[in-house]
């Protein structure tokens, strides 16, 4: 099989299992968050029959050019992940990923309800708050593996290069590790930092991006979600991507401690979370970044 | 069952309750209960609700939001009235501000009894819902489907005046092939049609919920007899009569040949019978001018 037979085959498997897999996580997600609060909690399937329902639903809008903005949502985040597991540039993933998102804002500005409004708001400041860090990501990877090409980055410590020694990913960019799973809360949309759209608290304020969507809008926006867990998820994958048996487990274990920072923190104001996510970036994002242009030495003795 | 039932959002509204179930409401949601469990949800958005839960009679500040909420929902969507104000007003029901129950502004489809409530019977309630959503669903879907499409059923009581005007209405290019205004059809009285419809078997055609044709038959001793075959004219040579036939041949079990009857001069039904597989067989006469064709068939 040639590199491009196989792209496709990853591009494949992305478009259909990686939906599957997001719903099955939100699905465990909720089973989990009931078992933390002593009920007994929905079937695993049940992100399944929501998004069912939602397509059985009549689509309410405000303007009918919000869900315009609700499909480019999906299919940004398709595409970025699409380009992700195709073994793509980093940088345009993150752009992409952007991109998306913006989508999404416009779409709720569109609909221009005080609920709605309040919603996209927030939403640009979670992204102004993650940003930096998951630049600083990709910025770190490409120091370490000098590529941000998501193959390239895979491959790097399976690289038998005798000659030249290096540390495996994950030790030379622990900072960047730590950071990434700090801002993944935001992007799961997890307390303490669900402040536009909360997965759990379905009364509040919070629920304000989704305010106006119903039905197949609704429903998009959650299948979009899918795609986006399964993408933020691999991001963390690729810090181990050379041996899965470490990374699957890793990558479970970074997703069920996202889920007690849920069932355990309260949500902070916006304030705070820009501030602590900026706090992070500096000090794991480009501190990491640092030691990586500076510090060589120290990183040797990690070295094989 | 559709997933519908599988995940039904719930929005609770205090209309003016005392909170006494606006309490047992939420006393769902606790782990002693957790309505969760069969993908209950309590969002707060009525653009994302399935189903409307309120308390509390209503009074005249609540009556429009109320109203709103229920407008807000998206199809398909039911109401249920928890508590004994919500249901009849309870003991405000003779207070000046108070409108009564929640049914005098919305249509409600649950009435849960209880002051307050249990939530053993909210549940209940909510699940009794959670049928009517389905058959309302189902019902939704039904008339989005058959848009622009034929449906032949059998017709109903209700449904005479509206067959008997289309054939009213089919009949007249017969009266002018003829040019008899009196022909058996024209003459017909609704009257007439509701004792046919006592010992005959009516069907009728339906395309968007609207009657464009009718035929009706019954047997006696063996022999099925067909007659009245009426098509809109707008609908006509659309394969509708044909159809029509068939029905009621595969309703009249019982009988073992059939016949029909035209006029001579109608040689579109006579083409339409001929290629059903209809033979003449005998002729007589309705009056001096026209003749009646009989034709027979064997099952």
């Known amino acids: ?304 | 069952m559709s997933h519908l039932v599988k995940s039904p959002w719930i929005i609770h509204y205090d209309a003016s309750s005392c909170n006494g179930c606006d309490i047992e409401v939420l006393a769902c949601l606790t782990p002693m209960y957790d309505v969760e469990r069969f993908g209950i949800v309590n969002t707060g958005n009525p653009k994302h609700a399935d189903i409307f839960l309120i308390t509390g009679s209503v009074n005249e500040q609540t009556r429009s939001v109320v109203k709103n909420i229920y407008e807000q929902m998206p199809e398909p969507k039911v109401v249920v009235a928890i508590g004994i104000c919500a249901s009849s007003g309870g003991i405000f029901r003779e207070c000046y501000n108070v409108a009564g129950g929640v049914d005098k502004v919305i249509p409600v489809d649950v009435f849960v009894p209880g002051c307050a409530a249990r939530p053993e019977s909210i549940i209940d309630g909510v699940v009794q819902a959670l049928g009517i959503l389905e058959k309302r669903h189902a019902y939704q879907q039904s008339v989005e489907n058959s848009i622009g499409q034929l449906i032949i059923s059998q017709a109903e009581e209700s449904d005479l005046p509206e067959i008997m005007s289309v054939q009213k209405t089919a009949y007249q290019s017969e009266a002018e092939l003829y040019n008899d205004p009196s022909l058996p059809p024209l003459q017909q009285t609704l009257e007439q049609l509701r004792e046919a419809f006592k010992t005959q078997i009516l069907f009728k055609a339906v395309i968007n919920g609207k009657v464009v044709g009718s035929i009706r038959g019954y047997t006696a001793e063996g022999t099925g007899h067909i007659s009245r075959l009426s098509v809109h004219p707008y609908f006509q040579s659309k394969g509708i009569g044909k159809k029509l036939v068939s029905a009621i041949e595969a309703r009249l079990t019982e009988a073992k040949r059939f016949e029909i009857f035209t006029w001579h001069k109608s040689s579109r039904n006579l083409e339409l019978y001929g290629k059903l597989g209809y033979r003449e067989f005998k002729t007589d006469q309705l009056n001096s001018a026209i003749n009646r064709v009989y034709l027979e068939k064997a099952k």
């Open chain 1, 1 to 304: 099989m040639n590199e491009t037979t196989v792209k496709l085959i990853a591009l494949g498997l992305y478009l259909v299992l990686g939906p599957v897999l997001g719903c099955l996580l939100g699905g465990i997600d909720r089973k989990i968050s009931a078992r933390m609060q002593s009920r007994i909690g929905p079937p695993i399937l049940q992100p399944w029959y929501d998004f069912r329902k939602l397509l059985l639903k009549e689509n309410l809008v405000v303007r009918r050019s919000q869900n315009f903005y609700v499909f480019f949502y999906l299919l940004f985040m398709v595409f970025t992940g699409g380009l992700f597991f195709m073994g793509g540039d980093l940088l345009l993933v993150v752009f992409s990923l952007t991109l998306a998102s913006i989508f999404m804002v416009l779409g709720a500005y569109k609909a221009s309800s005080p609920y709605s409004f309040l919603g996209a708001e927030r939403e640009l400041l979670q992204i102004m708050a993650y940003e930096p860090m998951l630049l600083l990501v990709i910025v770190g990877l490409y120091m370490i593996t000098g590529s941000f090409s998501v193959t390239d980055i895979l491959a790097f410590d399976c690289t038998a290069d005798t000659a030249k020694i290096h540390a495996p990913v994950i030790l030379q960019g622990a900072g960047l590790f730590l950071g990434l799973i700090y801002i993944l809360t935001i992007k799961l949309r997890k307390s303490p930092f669900d402040l536009s759209s909360s997965h759990h608290a379905h009364q509040e304020l919070v629920r304000g991006l989704t305010t106006e969507f119903s039905g197949r809008a609704m429903a998009a926006i959650e299948l979009a979600h899918w795609y986006e867990t399964v993408l933020v998820l691999g991001l963390v994958y690729l810090f181990l991507g050379s041996c899965w048996w470490l990374a699957v487990p890793v990558v479970l274990l970074v997703f069920f401690l996202e889920l007690v920072a849920d069932n355990t923190c309260s949500r902070v104001k916006w304030q705070m979370a820009v501030k602590s996510s900026w706090i992070m970036a500096v000090i794991f994002g480009v501190g990491n970044v640092l030691v990586l242009q500076y510090w060589k030495p120290i990183l040797q003795m990690f070295g094989k």
